[in-house]
C-alpha cells in the first residue's frame, strides 16, 4: 500500500505513508512527557511521608548503671533477668548471698541466659551452652565470656553498672 489520504485540521489533504509509523508522533512524545512527570510528582511526595513514617535509627544513650531489684527480694541462690538500657542482664545472688551481674546476652547467638540454682551455672537454652558464675564459658558452643557487670547495695538496692575497662 502506497498510502492512504486523511483530513488535516486545515483541511487540506495530507499523505501519510507506512514508513511513518515507526517514528515518535507529538501524542506518543506528550504521553512520555506527562508519565515522566507524574512519576517524578509521585517520587517527591512519597519521599517525604516515607521519611516522616519510619523514624531515623538513633543511637541510644550510654547507660552507665541501673537498679536491678531490692536486696529483700532476691533470695540467695537465685537469679533474676532486668533491663539494662536495651539489652537484658542477668543478676545472681550466690548461695552465700554475694551478688554478680552480666550480659544476659550469650555471646553464641544472642540469646538470652538464664541462671540455674540446681546447677549453679548460667544457661543458654538456644544451643545448652553453659557458663560459670564468673561469666567463662564451662561448655557449648559460645566463643566468649559473659560481659561482667559491677554490683553494689545503695538504700536496699541492688544497683548494677557498666566495668570502667569495658
Known sequence: MAGFHRWGTDDRLDTVNDSDSGKMNRRSFAGIVLGGGLTAFIVAAAYPILKFLVPPKTAEAPLNNVIAGKVDAIKPNSGIIFKFGN?????????????????????????????????????CACHNGHYDLNGDVISGPPPRPLERYSVFIRDGDVVVARKENS
Open 87 to 123: 539489652r537484658p542482664g542477668l543478676l545472681v545472688r550466690m548461695p552465700d548471698g554475694e551478688f554478680r551481674a552480666f550480659s544476659a546476652v550469650c555471646t553464641h547467638l544472642d540469646c538470652t541466659v538464664q541462671y540455674k540454682p540446681e546447677d549453679e551455672i548460667i544457661w
